[in-house]
């Protein structure tokens, strides 16, 4: 989905003239979830300029800049990392790994525990594998994951086909913003001809 992301980006960034970083947009609480996905997120109206080093951060979308402790290497510790995403909190082994921050480059973000890169996203209902889904599942579901077709409302909500907690078949991806895809998809991404729907009102056939 990395390039209807950055597709919707661009549109955002020529509709809004991309509004400056003052901290990220709190995602908004579920009465359906165990507690809200975020309450803090990185907060800066600047970027910090940082130093790159040697040490190693293993999360491509986290590939940039990093500051904070090292081992072996690699992040490990307390740290900041600035890619196309920020995470700011607790690294183990190049990953986010402990308590932090992950702010996505659309600005909605997720505070809390995270496994070997993994945000342990809150979530009721059968399994979701993608965390920006994470949150509540209504639909069919087999060996306790997604499968068949069914709804998911998260960060970024999905209606269509899933095969073991992924997006696989029809389906809608509807973004926190409102921007909407409808169309295929296959192992979590979109496949084939699809259509881009933005909160303005206007469409775009796109091919994936």
Known sequence: MSSLIHRKLFYLLGTMAFLAMTGCKPTQESTTLPTPLAKACFQSKNLPMLPKQA???????????????????????????????IYEGD?????????????????????????????????VGCDIADVRLRGSYSGE?????????????GIDTYEGDFIDGVLN???????????????????????GRGTMMYVDGTKENVEN
Not at 142 to 153: D, F, L, P, S
């Open 55 to 85: 040490c190693g951060v293993s999360y491509p979308k986290l590939l940039g800049h990093y500051d904070g402790g090292c081992q072996s290497g690699k992040a490990h510790g307390r740290g900041l990392a600035i890619g196309k995403d």
């Open 169 to 191: 078949g029809q389906g809608t991806y509807v973004w926190s913003d409102g921007t909407r895809y409808l169309g295929r998809f296959k192992d979590g991404e979109p496949s």
């Open 91 to 123: 690294f183990a082994n190049g990953l986010p790994h402990g308590q932090g921050t992950y702010t996505w480059a659309d600005k909605q973000c997720f505070t809390g525990q995270f496994i070997k890169g993994v945000a342990q996203v809150p979530h």
């Open 141 to 153: 579901c087999r060996n306790g994951k997604a499968y068949g077709r069914g709804k998911t409302v």
